[in-house]
């Protein structure tokens, strides 16, 4: 069940709010509904044949492009084998897509007409597309220094872009600003509608393994992929389908790092995390709305968080390249958490590739 973490007010019947109208507090989906194997309907879209983990009464309403059933390569990383999950090939070049469909087909199911959303680049992208899909009208805030073909992306869907100066967070606060006067606020941060959607790479993972990973490295930025991720691997535990949660690691550009510094040194870190420019720009998020969340996976489920100097995004992209994929900066931080960590990781070790290369000037 939708509800409000703070409250527990259950989201409403109607309508459409991003946060709790009773405290102001996060809507989640803390629990998805259980996978059931027999009740997955393979002659669906995309991820739609994971429908029944939903839970949104949508079925004679879904906005998909196909999304899902991306490719697991397998490369050569620093003497070992690893899996690398080639998420930028969903239909607008990342990850974003899998919540997306759910999310704007929740949104044509209340009946929106129009919705807002702030971005750096891939998640406004993303909305943009299935919004034009579903007939809705998106107008996305951006910050000014969102790379150009990710602009141009949004632009080209036909959404209204909306460009802030200065960092991420001005975007994000503009876009509240929009939203507080009563315009519908699509927010891949608040609104937990994207969550079963990413959850869905979990099932994949485990259907081209035939077993549960030993490791999943991927960038972090809202930690919304990296929820979802442990709430389908905690999905497919429950329905006996894993024995035991993958060890998940997270990755964030040292320039602006908030979850790592809280992991690792607690409230005062957090504070002294900064928002300085960095290549990674789909990360780039300094007051991460589902922090808490991250941080009870990590000590419930003992995932980790690690960070990555600006100096070493750009070798890692080329590293990746030479081996055949061409992922934006974004994507690249997991070459160098690799480096970093997977010495002490359990096998199989999968890396997500986030965001498509084509997206960066």
């Known amino acids: 069940m939708v509800r409000c973490l703070n409250c527990g007010l259950p989201y409403p019947d109607s309508g459409v709010v991003y946060r709790c109208q009773k405290c102001g507090g996060v809507y989640d989906i803390p629990v998805l509904p259980a996978l059931d194997i027999s009740s997955i309907e393979v002659r669906l879209p995309g991820i739609w044949k994971y429908q029944h983990t939903f839970d949104l009464p949508v079925s004679k309403q879904v906005v998909s492009l196909g999304e899902g059933n991306t490719p697991l390569v397998w490369a050569e990383a620093f003497g070992k084998e690893v899996g690398f999950k080639c998420e930028y090939l969903n239909p607008t070049g990342s990850f974003k897509d899998r919540g997306s469909t759910v999310l704007t087909s929740f949104l044509h199911s209340r009946g929106a007409r129009e919705a807002i959303e702030d971005s750096s680049g891939n998640a406004g992208a993303s909305f943009a597309a299935y919004a034009s899909r579903a007939g809705l009208c998106a107008k996305i805030y951006i910050p000014d220094s969102a790379s150009g073909p990710k602009r141009k992306q949004i632009e080209i869907y036909g959404a209204e872009v909306v460009r802030i100066l200065g960092p991420r967070s001005n975007a994000s606060e503009a876009v509240q ?32 393994l035939g077993e549960a990973p030993g490791t999943v490295v991927l960038p972090v930025g809202q930690g919304g992929l990296f929820l979802g991720l442990a709430r389908g691997f905690n999905n497919l535990i429950s329905s006996g389908i894993i024995q035991k949660m993958p060890k998940l690691v997270g990755v964030q550009a040292l320039a602006c790092a908030p979850l790592w510094a809280l992991f690792l040194y607690g409230n005062a870190g957090f504070r002294m995390s900064g928002e300085a420019p960095t290549m990674a720009e789909g990360i780039k998020v300094r007051f991460p709305v589902r922090g808490d969340a991250v941080m009870r996976v990590c000590d419930v489920y003992g995932a980790e968080l690690l960070v990555v100097d600006e100096e070493m995004i750009l ?35 999968v890396a997500v590739l986030t965001g498509n290369g084509l997206k960066t000037s």
């Open 177 to 208: 600003r929009a939203a507080d006067k009563g315009a519908i606020y699509a927010s891949h941060a608040y609104m937990p509608f994207n969550l079963p959607g990413y959850a869905t790479l979990a099932y994949e993972l485990v259907e081209q």
């Open 315 to 349: 070798p890692g992209r080329s590293q990746l390249a030479y081996r055949g994929f061409y992922v934006e900066p974004t994507s690249a931080v997991v070459w160098d958490a690799l480096s970093q960590g997977m010495s002490r990781w359990m096998d199989p070790i």
